[in-house]
Each structure stands twice: as C-alpha cells, then as structure tokens.
C-alpha cells in the first residue's frame, strides 16, 4: 500500500483515470480486465477517497455482469478497500457492489464476497451496522433466488453481538426463516453457519430459538443439511452445561449416528472427538460408548474406516476411572473385528491408530492383547497396512520394551524385508531409517543390518538403490564412526564383486555417503575404491568412476585432485570408450574450472581439453545419430 501510495503521489503513468478503467473493463480481453481489477487499489489511491468513493464505487457496483474470474478478483479486493473510501466512517459504500457480488451464481465469488462482507462489518460501527449492513443481511435474506439467501447466512454472527435487543430478535427470525426456506441449498447454508450463529446468541436465546431450530434442521428430508446439523451438535454443546447437552444435544446425536444415511454416519465419526470433548466425560460413558461402537460396526467401509481413525485418541480421552474398563469390554472387541475386516481402507486406518493403544493400556494388555493384532496386521496383504504398523514401532517399544518386540515383532518385519514382492521391500527399505531410530544402533547392528546390505545385492535396480539412500540416512543417524566400522569395509568390498552391477552399486553408495561422511573419510577410505575401479572391465563402471570422481570434486584437496584424480581421469579419457572418455573429458573441465577458480592467477590444472574435447564430442554425436 505504500508503494502504491508513493506512485501515486507521484504521478505514475501507470495510473489510469476512471475513463480508462471503464474502457480496460469493456474490454472483451479477459485477462486485459482482469489485470484492471487488481490495480483497483492503485486507482483508488490516485483518484482520492472522495472520488473513490463517488464514481469508483457506483461504477464498480453498475458493472457486475462479468467473468467469474474477474468477479472474484474484484470481491476479494474490495474487502480490504476500507482505507482507500476514507476508513471506517464511510465503509458502509462499500456494501452495495459486495451485495450484488454476494447474490451471483457462481459459489466461489459468494463465498468470497461474503468473506469480504464479513471482514468489513468488524470495521462498522454500531450505528452504520443498524442502518446498513442489517439491512444489507435483512435484504439478502429475503432476496428471490436461492443465491442471496445462502450467502445471508454467513452474516449473520458478524452482526449479531454489536445490535440492539430489538434487531437482535428480528434477526434471530430471518435466520429462523432461512432455517426453514423451502430451498435445500438454503438450509444447508443455515445448517452450515447455525453452530457459528449458536457461540453469537445468548444462552437463553440458543435454548429457546436455536435449538428448536437446531433440532428441524438435524430431521431434513435432505442428508445434506442434517450431516451438517452434526457440525453444530459441537458448537452447542459446548456452549451448554452437561445437564441441557443431556437434554437438548443428545437426542438428536443418537439419531444422527444411527441415521439412514451413511454421509451423517460417516460426519458423527469424523467429528467424533470433538463431540466427546464437548460433552464432557459423563455424557461420553453413558451414550458416546456405546455410541462409537455402532460406528466402527457400521455396514458401510467408509464409515468404519473414519472411526477407526479415532479410536486411539477417543481412548485417550475417556476419563481415567473407567478408561482400561472401556476400552477392554467395549472397544478392543469391535477392534479385533476391524483387524480382518474385508475393506483394506478400514484395516489402514486402525493399523495408523491401534499401536498408540499401547501406552494407554500398558504393557501386560498390550503383550495380551494387542501384540498379537499386531502380528496379524503385519502379515495383511495390504502393504499399507504393514508400513503403518512399522511406522509407530516406537509407541510400542517404549512400552514392552526392545526384547520383547524382538521376539514378537521383529520376525515379521524380517519376514517383509525378504518378500518376494519387490515393492514391498522397498517400502520396508523406506521405513528401516526411522526403525533404526527407534531401535537403537545395537539392537540394529545385531538384527537388522545384515539386511541392509543384503539389499545392495537385490536384482532389482529399484531396490539396491533404495539400498544406497538407506545406508545414507543410516550413517546420518548413528554417525561416521559406525559408518567405518559397519558400511564403508560392505562398500568398498562390492568393487572386487564379480557382478558388474554390484560394482555399479558400490559407486552409487560412495557417491551418497560422501555426503553424509565429510572430506577427510571420502579421500581416506573411499578414493582408492573409486580409482581402482577405472580398471574396470566393463565400461558402464569406467564412465561411472569419472562421474564420480566429478561429483566428489568439492570433497578432495589441490593435491589429491592434481595427483590420483588428475591422473585416474587423465587415463580414462583415452579409454577406447566414447562414453567413457566424453565422462572424463566432462569431469576435467568441470574440476578444471572448480580448482582454477580457487587458484591465484597463472596456476591451472593443466588438462589438454579443448581440442580433443571436441573431437570426441562430434565422435559421440555420429554414434548416436
């Protein structure tokens, strides 16, 4: 706003007068006149608040009978226009363009110009809201499409609180009125804002005419407005003491969780938690319990997949007294049975939930109980499934401790490492860094590394490169000295492997662990395995040295890359292979230009390129060509 602020007083050229807008906006360029509309503001500053305010703000309101694009850009900004009309005394203008934008057909310019309506009346004051923007709502209300009804509703709780009595009891009517609209888009707009509208009332008022209101709405004919009449149950509830949630909240809630259709089934389960923490942990022993298992017995996947997201964290917030009494006789039933369920979505969900069930219970229920739900998930079909239960190993370490899950659990997942289905092992592969993690490096070392570099040998590509990050997040983790001891004597034993592709593998490993290992290591230990590589019979490992030895170029010295490097590429560059001298022939010309850059003037790395670069350049075109 400053900048515009300056151009203007300025006298920018950029700053067209209101004839030149009106021309942009007549324009049949859609992008021309969408670009008119966000320089509004600009303008606006250059014609001054009370031109603004005289021709800008008419003109606008006249011309909605564009795009939705430009529509939208234009709701948007005239939202944040109150200083550009003079501030807050003379906001009020800004209404009638927003009205018009707010009764359009187009849902996303409502909704926006709604927002914009909203943003604006917190900057009225009371006596502009009771003799404009009241007006506006009450106009909107009874407009005759659909379309301005709705976007009335989400005004409603902005103006409400900052009214006198009287209004407010009109007000309360009109929302009562569009709570009722023979429209289903309308009550869903009301079911939608009731809960925002029920924190704005008082007390008194949401019991006798929001509740009665809340309670048509949660019956509609319609499930689009009573899955929304759900979203209230929360706000209401918070607002009543627990004796009135009993009596005005509940019976509509139990009739919601058993409701015909499964899209109101499926909103009591997704706002379960929220529900339970709103009506407070009587109300929740006494009716949510039985309750919540309907929902995860529920007919439809959906619905059971949602609740069984919740499980864990409704446990969680069941009162101490009867939590372990809950959650063995009435949950953990209805949890076994989700274990096999038939819809893979349903087992997903439980399996991203159910090892945070371990804390809760303790580790004598967890050992006899869950543990074994545990194994089965692991061996589901459904990878999924698997990788959810590895993923939270941690809840249950801390738990049973690292003795117990190794005799339990680790089986399994060695099991899953060396699965037939490749991509199963990548995805364990995947997870075996946040393992080790929780594990320990001990625990690791003993059981699970060998693994690791099994699968640096795997005859999927896929695989071994996953190996080679693996190693990487590894070492990140325990550190170098590890690394020494454990990966780098695996990894340089890989150059001397007779398959080619192992010895391939080997180079990508030292490629990453460069990274995590530092300069010193890299030249000390990981060097002399890349440079007895460029000997390598196969010409795929030969090209791979050079590019190596070029993306290492930042870990070695001025020495070593005038001695073995200069002198391993040197040697590949006359390769009788046009790969491999195109890849040494690049690597020099890259480290030449890195150690040239370092070096005081008159030093260089001495490398014949230019000629004979190109000639084996043209060579490898006419190969390929």
Same mark, same amino acid.
């Given at each position: 706003?400053?900048?515009?602020?300056?151009?203007?007083?300025?006298?920018?050229?950029?700053?067209?007068?209101?004839?030149?807008?009106?021309?942009?906006?007549?324009?049949?360029?859609?992008?021309?006149?969408?670009?008119?509309?966000? +320089?509004?503001?600009?303008?606006?500053?250059?014609?001054?608040?009370?031109?603004?305010?005289?021709?800008?703000?008419?003109?606008?309101?006249?011309?909605?009978?564009?795009?939705?694009?430009?529509?939208?850009?234009?709701?948007?900004?005239?939202?944040?226009?109150?200083?550009?009309?003079?501030?807050?005394?003379?906001?009020?203008?800004?209404?009638?363009?927003?009205?018009?934008?707010?009764?359009?057909?187009?849902?996303?310019?409502?909704? +926006?110009?709604?927002?914009?309506?909203?943003?604006?009346?917190?900057?009225?004051?009371?006596?502009?809201?009771?003799?404009?923007?009241?007006?506006?709502?009450?106009?909107?209300?009874?407009? %005759?499409?659909?379309?301005?009804?709705?976007?009335?509703?989400?005004?409603?709780?902005?103006?409400?609180?900052?009214?006198?009595?009287?209004?407010? %009891?009109?007000?309360?009517?009109?929302?009562?009125?569009?709570?009722?609209?023979?429209?289903?888009?309308?009550?869903?707009?009301?079911?939608?804002?009731?809960?925002?509208?029920?924190?704005?009332?008082?007390?008194?008022?949401?019991?006798? @005419?929001?509740?009665?209101?809340?309670?048509?709405?949660?019956?509609?004919?319609? @499930?689009?407005?009573?899955?929304?009449?759900?979203?209230?149950?929360?706000?209401?509830?918070?607002?009543?003491?627990?004796?009135?949630?009993?009596?005005?909240?509940?019976?509509?809630?139990?009739?919601?969780?058993?409701?015909?259709?499964?899209?109101?089934?499926?909103?009591?389960?997704?706002?379960?938690?929220?529900?339970?923490?709103?009506?407070?942990?009587?109300?929740?022993?006494? !009716?949510?319990?039985?309750?919540?298992?309907?929902?995860?017995?529920?007919?439809?996947?959906?619905?059971?997949?949602?609740?069984?997201?919740?499980?864990?964290?409704?446990?969680?917030?069941?009162?101490?007294?009867?939590?372990?009494?809950?959650?063995?006789?009435?949950?953990?039933?209805?949890?076994?049975?989700?274990?096999?369920?038939?819809?893979?979505?349903?087992?997903?969900?439980?399996?991203?939930?159910?090892?945070?069930?371990?804390?809760?219970?303790?580790? !004598?229920?967890?050992?006899?109980?869950?543990?074994?739900?545990?194994?089965?998930?692991?061996?589901?079909?459904?990878p999924e499934v698997r990788l959810n239960i590895i993923s939270n190993?941690?809840?249950?370490?801390?738990?049973?401790?690292?003795?117990?899950?190794?005799?339990?659990?680790?089986?399994a997942i060695v099991e899953l490492a060396e699965d037939t289905k490749?991509?199963?092992?990548?995805?364990?592969?995947?997870?075996?860094?946040?393992?080790?993690?929780?594990?320990?490096?001990?625990?690791?070392?003993?059981?699970?590394?060998?693994?690791?570099?099994?699968?640096?040998?795997?005859?999927?590509?896929?695989?071994?490169?996953?190996?080679?990050?693996?190693?990487?997040?590894?070492?990140?983790?325990?550190?170098?000295?590890?690394?020494?001891?454990?990966?780098?004597? +695996?990894?340089?034993?890989?150059?001397?492997?007779?398959?080619?592709?192992?010895?391939?593998?080997?180079?990508?490993?030292?490629?990453?662990?460069?990274?995590?290992?530092?300069?010193?290591?890299?030249?000390?230990?990981?060097?002399?395995?890349?440079?007895?590589?460029?000997?390598?019979?196969?010409?795929?490992?030969?090209?791979?040295?050079?590019?190596?030895?070029?993306?290492?170029?930042?870990?070695?010295?001025?020495?070593?890359?005038?001695?073995?490097?200069?002198?391993?590429?040197?040697?590949?560059?006359?390769?009788?292979?046009? !790969?491999?001298?195109?890849?040494?022939?690049?690597?020099?010309?890259?480290?030449?230009?890195?150690? %040239?850059?370092?070096?005081?003037?008159?030093?260089?790395?001495?490398?014949?390129?230019?000629?004979?670069?190109?000639?084996?350049?043209?060579?490898?075109?006419?190969?390929?060509?």
């Open positions: 706003m400053a900048s515009q602020m300056a151009q203007a007083e300025s006298g920018d050229d950029s700053l067209y007068p209101i004839a030149v807008l009106i021309d942009e906006l007549r324009n049949e360029d859609v992008q021309l006149r969408l670009n008119s509309i966000k +320089k509004l503001s600009t303008i606006a500053l250059a014609l001054g608040v009370e031109r603004t305010r005289s021709e800008l703000i008419p003109f606008l309101t006249d011309t909605i009978y564009d795009e939705d694009e430009v529509l939208l850009a234009l709701a948007e900004q005239l939202g944040n226009f109150t200083p550009l009309v003079g501030g807050p005394e003379f906001v009020h203008c800004l209404l009638p363009p927003l009205e018009s934008l707010a009764t359009v057909e187009e849902t996303v310019v409502r909704d +926006k110009a709604v927002d914009s309506l909203r943003t604006i009346a917190a900057q009225h004051s009371q006596a502009d809201l009771e003799n404009h923007f009241v007006p506006l709502v009450k106009r909107l209300s009874g407009g %005759d499409w659909f379309t301005s009804r709705t976007s009335a509703c989400g005004l409603f709780a902005v103006c409400y609180p900052r009214v006198s009595t009287t209004i407010k %009891d009109e007000l309360r009517q009109q929302f009562r009125n569009l709570a009722g609209d023979d429209t289903p888009m309308v009550r869903r707009a009301g079911a939608g804002k009731l809960g925002e509208f029920a924190k704005a009332v008082e007390t008194e008022k949401l019991k006798s @005419d929001l509740i009665p209101m809340f309670t048509i709405l949660s019956q509609d004919e319609q @499930d689009s407005v009573r899955l929304l009449a759900v979203e209230a149950c929360v706000s209401i509830a918070s607002l009543l003491p627990s004796e009135d949630t009993d009596q005005f909240v509940m019976p509509t809630l139990r009739l919601a969780a058993e409701d015909k259709s499964w899209r109101v089934r499926y909103m009591v389960a997704d706002k379960f938690i929220e529900l339970q923490k709103a009506v407070g942990p009587e109300i929740t022993k006494n !009716d949510l319990v039985q309750a919540f298992q309907g929902l995860l017995k529920d007919c439809e996947a959906e619905v059971r997949a949602a609740a069984a997201h919740k499980v864990k964290d409704f446990c969680q917030n069941l009162s101490e007294d009867v939590r372990e009494q809950v959650i063995m006789n009435s949950i953990l039933p209805c949890v076994k049975d989700l274990v096999s369920d038939a819809n893979q979505h349903v087992k997903s969900a439980l399996a991203s939930v159910i090892m945070g069930l371990s804390p809760i219970l303790g580790k !004598d229920n967890t050992i006899e109980h869950l543990l074994p739900l545990f194994l089965t998930q692991l061996k589901d079909e459904c190993l941690d809840c249950v370490n801390e738990v049973i401790g690292i003795k117990q899950l190794s005799q339990s659990l680790l089986p490749w991509r199963v092992r990548l995805a364990i592969i995947e997870y075996m860094p946040l393992l080790a993690g929780q594990l320990g490096v001990e625990f690791f070392d003993e059981k699970l590394n060998s693994l690791c570099m099994t699968w640096l040998a795997d005859h999927v590509f896929a695989i071994r490169e996953a190996a080679t990050l693996n190693l990487k997040k590894l070492v990140e983790k325990f550190g170098s000295d590890w690394a020494s001891q454990t990966v780098i004597p +695996k990894v340089n034993s890989m150059a001397r492997d007779q398959n080619y592709l192992h010895r391939l593998t080997c180079l990508f490993c030292i490629n990453l662990l460069s990274e995590a290992l530092g300069s010193e290591i890299t030249n000390k230990t990981l060097l002399p395995t890349i440079t007895s590589l460029a000997a390598d019979s196969v010409a795929n490992v030969r090209f791979n040295v050079a590019k190596s030895l070029q993306k290492l170029g930042p870990h070695f010295d001025q020495t070593t890359l005038q001695g073995q490097v200069k002198t391993t590429l040197d040697k590949l560059k006359t390769d009788g292979d046009t !790969d491999v001298q195109y890849y040494a022939l690049e690597a020099l010309d890259v480290l030449t230009n890195e150690y %040239d850059n370092d070096q005081p003037s008159g030093e260089s790395f001495n490398v014949q390129t230019p000629k004979f670069w190109a000639s084996s350049l043209i060579t490898c075109i006419c190969i390929f060509m």
